[in-house]
DNA sequence: CCTGACCGGATTTTT
DNA sequence: TCCGGTCAGG
């Protein structure tokens, strides 16, 4: 048992060993975090101080959750293997207790809920707009959205919410109100209910609340910087009894605030739990000193926090290479060259040494990326964006699934009554519609009435009744079919495969073969014995991380789903103002520290190399315009940094020209490469010398040319 | 009812 | 640039 103990350090040890009561662990970005959770996991088990089934662990997404369970798997003899270890995320988890127990709470919902996700939210409430006649110009459906999930978040309903002083607050509570209650008419549940809900009813029923506070003796929560106060009032409630609570986070990796995440959470864990002790993992293992010194730089810059120095016996490591590109096409071909360059420098290593992640702000960048490795004929993996479970033809094919288990989802409804095209029409589903609000239905039950009536014209009559009967068809195999058959059938059945090859276009070829793909998930599903509920609820929350594959060469993400992984080589690209930091918090000081934060984790991901990239041109909107560098650049240690010139004839653009008083030429007494110091702008390096002009290119600043200079403008000696 | 052409507006990050 | 919504014609 003791070599589960070996290789810690003393600060993680404490963190192991120490099972009794409340316990905040400050775990430095790369101080092997993951790996003091396994093993607490591992010791709680071996020490026998709980079996498996008493034991909640809650991770941030799916995918962690389960490399965690096979970790402690691993540290564990044989003979301590049995039973059931409960690792998953909060929303896992509360879908676990809901569909046990939701009916208890009453009302309309019961246990056969439906998980509706953004998408199916976004509808909903552009519908709730139309039937209020609420203009959707003044009030953008997204900001709509976006304004009920923080009120949900912060414990708000319709109800509690202050009564509406302006007209624009009560034409959102109007809105609110009815999304509640259409949502509620569905049996659906969106995100933030799954939390909420399992929040009232552990609150309402004692018992139910005790049978889990008596199950789980230990409770240990990750990343819990990014925690929100619904996840927060679970976490109370499930540690009311035993107070074995561990939780584990970073405050300076805090970034999912625009997720109603509370940072206090972990800044004040202290107070919420008076007995905690409190242990700071400060040794990073992760990263070269050169990139754990210039992360440390950057995070200093943020006012509002826990100060903490992480530190490093790893190498001092290469600088960090700084590439300012004339635009965003040649950003993304000179990254994936000096890729190519690095790795082949490596080959010789086993993958682990040498995969790499290009990691952006945004999911719109990844285009060019995308485009420029398929020039050069190298594999990657994108991760999110447009992951399976998000194209078009698997949300319909999960529709017509979700309307077999539960055919009052409307949303499910909507989204396939008409697909592939069968006759039925705009107009007539603006009568449903509106039959349905009359009559306080769902839109299935309103299309029953409809064709049992016959007050709609023939034609669309017929039309319902023909897809009324294919949804009584293929659930009438519900319960004899296996997933794998059920799934074949509901995409022949309704005719969608036909529809995609009848169109015999490439992009339809790729989505049948999607298709195909959701038939082998279904079958691979069949061989764990889910039922349809489960594959179903696993479909809903799936997170973008978890088709990631460990140690591909190339990995495109953005930086939030790169929280919590690992690379030797990282490229943090796009680094200029407006974008990284995003224009939209670069007015609210608390909103960009937040911002550098997410900065901070992005350099933090790389342990060998570091590449920090800027365009200085890029399309918006498709418009063409000029970019500052980030301010975040500035931020990074000059002498931690490499300043890297344009390779062969692409040749950046410089943002300025700086004329000196007195004409003297200097283009001749510089020469490509060289390092110069300049009054203003620092040092700096040559990038170009032509026509007697010279661009030098300073970290953090860009390039600026120079015509002429005085006498600001030394050489200083090559390295 | 369906299709295709046209126009206007949007862009952060995710369970 | 791209997406979604609107409108006219088949």
């Not at 070599?3 to 775990?27: F, H, K, M, S």
């Not at 050069?376 to 288990?405: H, M, N, T, W």
């Amino acid at each position: 048992m003791s070599a589960l103990l070996d290789d810690l350090n003393p600060e993680q040890r404490a963190a192991v060993t120490t099972t009794e009561g409340p316990l905040l662990v400050i775990a430095g970005a790369g101080s092997g975090k993951t790996r003091v959770i396994a093993h607490r996991i591992a010791y709680l088990l071996d020490q026998g101080l709980a079996r498996p089934e008493q034991i909640l662990a809650v991770t941030f997404t799916n995918k962690a959750a389960f490399e965690m369970k096979n970790r402690v798997h691993q540290l564990l003899p044989p003979s301590r293997r049995r039973g059931e270890l409960l690792v998953s995320t909060f929303h896992s988890f509360c879908v676990r207790v809901l569909r046990r127990h939701l009916d208890r709470l009453g009302g309309s919902y019961t246990r056969d809920f439906t998980i509706y996700d953004t998408d199916d939210q976004g509808r909903l409430i552009k519908a709730c707009l139309k039937e209020l006649q609420i203009d959707e110009k003044q009030f953008p459906p997204r900001m709509i959205q976006y304004a009920i999930s923080r009120a949900k978040n912060q414990g708000e309903t319709p109800e509690t919410m202050a009564p509406a002083f302006d007209p624009r607050g009560e034409v959102f509570l109007k809105a609110f109100r009815l999304y509640e209650a259409r949502l509620a008419a569905a049996n659906a549940l969106d995100f933030d209910d799954l939390l909420l809900l399992t929040v009232r009813l552990l609150r309402r029923f004692p018992d139910v609340a005790e049978a889990y506070q008596d199950r789980f003796r230990y409770i240990l929560i990750d990343e819990y910087q990014d925690t929100n106060p619904p996840q927060f009032n679970l976490v109370r409630l499930l540690t009311q009894r035993h107070q074995n609570l561990c939780v584990v986070g970073d405050p300076d990796q805090a970034i999912y605030g625009f997720r109603a995440a509370d940072i206090r959470n972990i800044l004040d864990f202290e107070r919420h739990y008076p007995q905690a002790k409190t242990i700071v993992l400060t040794q990073n293992y992760r990263s070269t000193k050169i990139i754990l010194r210039a992360a440390n730089a950057v995070i200093r810059h943020n006012r509002a926090r826990w100060e903490k120095q992480l530190t490093t016996h790893n190498p001092v490591g290469e600088p960090i290479r700084c590439f300012v590109a004339p635009n965003a096409e040649t950003e993304a071909e000179w990254v994936i060259e000096e890729l190519i360059r690095w790795q082949r420098q490596r080959a010789h290593l086993p993958e682990t040494e040498t995969c790499a992640a290009i990691l952006y702000r945004t999911n719109a960048q990844s285009r060019l990326f995308e485009e420029a490795c398929r020039r050069r004929g190298i594999p990657y993996v994108l991760v999110g964006g447009f992951s399976f479970y998000q194209r078009a033809e698997i949300k319909d094919a999960l529709a017509y699934l979700r309307l077999l288990l539960n055919p009052h989802d409307d949303a499910a409804f909507e989204r396939i009554v008409n697909v592939p095209a069968r006759g039925i029409g705009k107009s007539t589903l603006e009568s449903i519609a509106a039959w349905a609000v009359r009559e306080g239905l769902s839109r299935w039950a309103a299309m029953e009435q409809a064709i049992a009536e016959g007050v709609l014209n023939p034609r669309a009559t017929a039309a319902l009744a023909g897809f009324a009967g294919l949804i009584r068809e293929l659930q009438a195999q519900l319960e004899s079919s296996s997933l794998a058959d059920l799934v074949s059938a509901v995409i022949t059945r309704s005719g969608y495969l036909e529809m995609l090859i009848r169109e015999g276009t490439l992009e339809a070829e790729n989505r049948r073969q999607n298709l195909e793909e959701l038939v082998t998930a279904a079958a691979e599903a069949d061989d764990r014995r889910a039922s349809l509920r489960e594959f179903l609820d696993q479909a809903a929350l799936v997170s973008d991380t978890d088709d990631l594959v460990d140690n591909a060469p190339v990995t495109l993400m953005t930086v939030h789903s790169a929280k919590g992984l690992e690379f030797p080589l990282v490229f943090v690209v796009g680094l200029e103002e407006g974008l990284f930091p995003h224009v939209r918090v670069m007015d609210d000081s608390e909103e960009l520290e937040e911002e550098r934060r997410l900065f901070y984790v992005a350099i933090t991901r790389a342990k060998q190399q570091l590449y920090l990239t800027q365009a200085q041109r890029r399309r918006v909107y498709g418009e063409e315009r000029l970019t500052d560098p980030s301010q975040f650049l500035e931020e990074i240690p000059e002498d931690t940094v490499q300043l890297l010139a344009p390779s062969g004839s692409a040749t950046a653009e410089p943002s300025s020209t700086k004329k000196l008083p007195r004409n003297q030429i200097v283009s001749d007494q510089f020469r490509l490469g060289d390092r110069v110091e300049h009054a203003t702008y620092g040092t700096g390096q040559v990038v170009r010398v032509a026509d007697g002009k010279l661009d030098i290119a300073f970290p953090g600043k860009g390039i600026k040319r120079f015509v002429a200079a005085a006498a600001p403008l030394t050489k200083l000696p090559r390295k």
